[in-house]
């Protein structure tokens, strides 16, 4: 089985907005010479008389400011303008404004309302009331916050809060060379990053340069704070507050981990741990969850939210608790109110028999053995085969190329790349007679077919869990697939 996910996640683009703006500062530090050059003592005074007022910013040393970032950032070999404007009015209150020629998302703040403005989508999600809680987009302190322990960006946010710009250059002086360019207001950090100044009439401008990718960090004198009425045409969907920054403060967090892990991430310690109707081991360095009981006791031990309709988890949940024929599988899916998009195959051993399932929240769509689709092409007999593109063209050629000699070394090999994607990050393979399933995690550095595989035992985890000792008598009546199904995500 091909698997896949897409779903709009317009938060998760907010946090990535927000980590653009001192990614290329990290940049120079991570790509400096390895020796240490002293630089000019009045080379350094001029550069950190020019980066003071943006220090203080950062620092949360300024009360009330108003800042424009602009860049143009390579991605995937095309050029990409985008612009973000942030502006501080108090201790409660703030404009962030993203806009890229596809998307744009703004955030507003004030003392009893938060509000993220979708313009694109015509939407906005507005939460009112007090809030509560530690992860807030309360301005003060909201720096420390975002930044968070786990990412290598969490030490540099909280060294900016020391200080003033005068310590923070003389400190990266003793790391890195920094250099001013001869007959130039501007200078050079760690051989590969330029960095350089202007002023004009309405703002103080900051201009950084690494490889391809540019920001110009302006100042400007004021932006005026939005007013609801701005968005007054947009469809508005209350949302709780609390929830609402919690979600903001968590995903910005999040995405600094993602781009710039620690140790801490990259690196973890293997403590076991177990908790009510779950439990979490490491098998050959592999993290395995094991939950057991009812879908809210489940949910609760996962520590999962809630949305509308019946989570991909909780379905296949229900499948092997309560189906035991494909077209019951079937028939629950299709009565059942989904969320995101997934794509499945569904294989039952009794019959060998299996379908291909498309489903997203408005539709449902099946696909049988060797059934013919405009978008996998002809049918491949006694097989199921979802893909996609190029992806789609080499997983058919391996199927056909070995029909009816698939072995559990074969089955790994179709999930190899390029059927698998370089952002891949799970691998399973499910071999259904003897009961075990092979998995493959990504790492910070290769994709899951890059990765070992691990062997889980499904009786011995079924057998020598307490948490699930009823689990096999359930597991019996279930769609269990004869076949070999392969998940690469």
């Not at 003592?41 to 040393?61: D, N, T």
């Not at 400011?65 to 050029?79: D, E």
């Not at 973000?84 to 703040?109: C, G, I, N, T, W």
């Not at 995903?251 to 009510?276: C, D, F, M, N, Q």
Request: with cysteine.
């Amino acid at each position: 089985m091909i698997r896949s996910k897409t779903a709009q996640r317009p938060m998760f683009a907010v946090c990535i907005a927000f980590a653009l703006v001192a990614s290329l500062s990290l940049r120079s530090r991570a790509l400096a010479d390895a020796g240490t050059v002293e630089a000019d003592a009045l080379s350094r005074k001029e550069l950190a008389e020019s980066v003071e007022p943006f220090y203080r910013i950062w620092s949360g040393k300024e009360d009330r400011f108003a800042l424009r970032v602009n860049g143009s950032v390579q991605i995937k070999g095309t050029p990409q303008a985008i612009q973000l404007d942030v502006a501080k009015f108090d201790d409660q209150s703030f404009d962030f404004v993203a806009v890229h020629p596809e998307y744009a998302v703004s955030v507003h703040r004030r003392q009893e309302m938060t509000a993220m403005v979708l313009p694109k989508h015509k939407k906005v999600f507005v939460g009112n009331g007090r809030v509560e809680g530690a992860d807030t987009l309360v301005p003060r302190g909201i720096s420390t916050r975002l930044a968070g322990n786990a990412s290598q960006i969490g030490p540099f946010v909280q060294m900016l809060g020391q200080g003033d710009a005068a310590s923070l250059i003389s400190l990266a002086s003793s790391l890195i060379k920094i250099e001013q360019i001869d007959g130039e207001e501007s200078w050079r950090l760690g051989g590969t990053v330029k960095i350089w100044f202007d002023k004009t009439d309405v703002d103080v401008r900051m201009h950084v340069a690494v490889d391809s990718h540019e920001l110009t960090v302006s100042l400007l004198d004021e932006l005026i704070p939005a007013s609801p009425a701005t968005w007054s045409d947009l469809e508005q969907v209350a949302i709780d507050r609390s929830e609402m920054e919690e979600q903001f403060s968590r995903g910005i967090r999040r995405a600094w981990e993602v781009v710039w892990p620690s140790h801490e991430l990259t690196i973890p310690k293997s403590l076991s741990k177990k908790t009510a109707h779950g439990e979490l081991k490491y098998v050959e360095g592999q993290r395995l969850v094991v939950l057991a009981g009812t879908p809210e006791q489940i949910g609760t031990a996962h520590g999962e939210g809630q949305w509308d309709g019946v989570p991909m988890a909780t379905l296949m949940r229900r499948a092997l608790e309560e189906c035991s024929t494909l077209q019951q599988v079937t028939d629950l899916w299709t009565k059942s109110p989904r969320t995101c998009e997934y794509y499945y195959v569904f294989a039952d051993g009794k019959t060998n028999d299996a379908v291909g399932v498309a489903a997203t929240p408005e539709k449902l769509e099946l696909i049988g053995p060797g059934q013919a689709d405009a978008r996998l092409g002809e049918g491949i007999q006694d097989a199921v085969v979802l893909s996609a593109g190029s992806r789609l063209e080499t997983l058919r050629a391996r199927v056909i190329e070995n029909h009816g000699k698939i072995d559990t070394e074969k089955a790994l090999w179709l999930m190899s790349r390029p059927v698998a994607m370089s952002s891949n990050l799970h691998n399973v393979l499910f071999i259904p007679a003897d009961r075990v399933f092979y998995v493959a995690n990504a790492d910070h550095h290769n994709p899951a077919a890059d990765r070992p595989y691990v062997k889980f035992d499904l009786n011995a985890l079924l057998g020598g869990s307490g948490l699930i000792s009823a689990a096999n008598a359930a597991a019996k009546e279930a769609v269990v697939p004869n076949r070999v199904p392969l998940s690469v995500r």
